[in-house]
């Protein structure tokens, strides 16, 4: 019954400051939806714009201009435009000034085209080299045509083009929307950090001498150990069920179809993060040195499970991320709710549990037995 009596004494101190709980649940909730809102149109599938202008010139106009024209003119449906420039000068001009995409220089009697690209094109660069390598394939395929079976060229151009690539995307519907990428990276951020609430807890038992106390009572320092980290987990298995329960059901996180397995994994990080703050909290004789450590801490484990940003994909990054717990746990709901695999789901709640096992161990054995006055 002691440890009952910590841990609820613990959970009433807490319950008794609304506005540093209510903070605490909404923090995530309102950063987690900002975001989800300015990215969701790069997250959007089909949202990355291909709409391009492109400007053309010919001294000459001939067979290869004319087939140029009515090809750009097809491709207008795709939002990508033509426009004849007056003169060589002036395209490039406009290329430069960012109007144009790209200009191309045709050469009526080589039959074949330069292009200049704005350095700004990016991905729509390689686009634009790709229309105008179908363009001159298909229009040498024509001339070859006109010259050795002519009598044929009129059925070859009024044939309907037909698309006979028929595009399916692989469970189209489990890809991951702005909202759906921050509602795991953003909490699994949040409950980390919740280490550094778990040894401010400690440490204010520290300042108003409740240890002093402890000494002179029946209660052992275990006692008082576990006492503090049922109550701890205790409002963090509240503020975790307030939030992850608003993110699903009121702002429609997709967390997979079960839900459950997902909760037990942050739940596991929830003890990790608990066990390392108090871990800290008692290793370190100095508040202030315990906390400095614990925002140093954080942050590279949050950078080293690619929580910040995308890791590069080398091998000196893949290694250094392994030592972050962080790192198994995103990569375990990923896969989990994405691709439906568990591959990385047992080790990632083993090196949660174990690695928090560990530190109250030490912890422990630090703090364990009763002073004598």
């Known amino acids: 019954m002691t440890i009952v009596h910590i841990a609820w004494k613990y959970i009433i101190q807490n319950i008794k400051r609304p506005i540093g709980l209510g903070l605490l649940i909404l923090g995530p909730i309102f950063l987690i939806f900002i975001l989800g809102q300015a990215f969701s149109v790069i997250f959007a599938p089909g949202q990355v714009s291909l709409e391009m202008d492109i400007g053309f010139y010919s001294r000459e106009k001939g067979a290869f201009y004319s087939g140029f024209r009515t090809y750009i003119r097809r491709l207008e449906v795709n939002k990508i435009r033509g426009h004849e420039t ?33 350095n700004n094109s990016g991905l729509k660069a390689g686009i634009i080299e790709g229309i105008l390598k179908g363009f001159s394939d298909q229009f040498h395929f024509y001339e070859l045509i006109a010259r050795y079976k002519p009598e044929a060229l009129n059925s070859v151009l009024t044939v309907k083009e037909s698309d006979f690539v028929i595009r399916t995307a692989l469970d189209a ?23 550094i609430f778990g040894s401010s807890l400690v ?21 008082f ?22 993110l699903k059901y009121i702002l429609g996180i997709y967390y997979g179809e079960n839900s459950i397995t997902v909760f037990i994994l942050l739940l ?12 800290f909290a008692t290793l370190f ?3 202030k040195a315990s906390i400095g450590f614990l925002n140093f801490l954080i942050p590279v484990m949050i950078f080293l499970g690619g929580g910040y940003m995308k890791l590069p994909d080398t091998k000196l990054f893949e290694i250094l991320s392994a030592f972050s717990p962080l790192g198994w746990i995103n990569k375990a709901l990923f896969e989990m709710i994405y691709s439906t695999s568990h591959i990385y789901y047992v080790p990632a709640v083993v090196i949660c549990i174990a690695g928090g096992a560990l530190l109250l161990g030490i912890s422990g054995l630090k703090f364990s037995g009763r002073r004598s006055l």
């Open 86 to 118: 007056a003169s060589i000068e002036d395209g490039e001009a406009k290329t430069s000034e960012g109007i144009y995409q790209a200009f191309v220089i045709l050469d009526e009697k080589q039959k074949n085209c330069e292009v200049v690209v704005n």
């Open 173 to 195: 519907s489990r890809r991951p929307r702005a909202i759906d990428y921050f509602g795991i990276t953003i909490l699994t951020m949040a409950i980390l950090f919740g280490a």
């Open 203 to 223: 440490e204010r038992e520290k300042t108003v001498r409740t240890l002093d106390r402890i000494y002179v009572a029946p209660v052992t320092k275990m006692q």
């Open 225 to 246: 150990l576990l006492g503090t980290c049922i109550g701890i987990l205790t409002l963090l298995l509240f503020q975790l069920g307030a939030v992850f329960m608003t």
């Open 268 to 279: 596991s990080e929830s003890f990790f993060a608990l066990a390392l703050g108090i871990g």
């Open 285 to 287: 004789k100095n508040s």
